[in-house]
């Protein structure tokens, strides 16, 4: 992504929402949010993002390709790792452009060929997130980002089972478990 880009999330979890952040401290100009959840949505614009589409499968595709004047985004960020989320974050993409898989994966099976003809490639894996910290942990002590948004359901050991069924019935984005006093 280069200063300047207009980007898509594909996905509004703690993943997505991140990669929202990221693209506005990275200088992205404009940053188009796929969410459906209004407390994400806003959880989305809080952070950068510019634009919130609700749609999803060729809706979506259609209404960033709209947004785009039919160019599509200079970067898509794929932070669900489905099949539908990834086929989304490609057909956004621009010619000439990447898509960044960031969702872990299940069940994706990527069409080579036809991204091949579009010159659109794809890069991911897990992030190496401790290399980050010397870069970011100023910005974060000094409240030009707030990251910790993302954890908006707390709770003790005892609450865990219900902090994954928060999280899993999208009441939650994510979940804080905290062990004793602080």
């Not at 010397?134 to 030009?144: H, Q, T």
């Amino acid at each position: 992504m280069d200063k300047g880009d207009t980007v898509a999330v594909v996905g509004d979890g703690a993943v997505g929402l991140s990669a929202v952040l990221a693209s506005k401290r990275l200088g992205a100009e404009r940053i188009i949010a796929l969410s459906r959840n209004p407390v994400r949505q806003q959880v989305a614009l809080e952070f950068g993002a510019t634009d919130i589409l609700a749609e999803r499968g060729d809706d979506a595709i259609a209404a960033v390709l709209e947004l785009t004047n039919g160019i599509g985004v200079d970067a898509a960020l794929e932070c669900v790792g489905t099949g539908q989320s990834m086929a989304t974050a490609l057909a956004i993409a621009r010619p000439g452009s990447t898509v960044g898989v960031v969702g872990a994966p299940h069940g994706v099976d990527v069409p080579f060929e036809s991204n091949f003809w579009r010159s659109v490639g794809w890069q991911g894996g897990v992030a190496p997130a401790r290399v980050y910290i010397p870069e970011l942990l100023d910005d974060v002590l000094s409240g030009a980002i707030n990251p910790g948004r993302v954890f908006d359901y707390e709770t003790s050991l005892d609450g865990i089972a219900d902090a994954y069924a928060a999280m899993d019935e999208r009441r939650a984005i994510k979940s804080l478990v905290r062990v004793g006093s602080i």
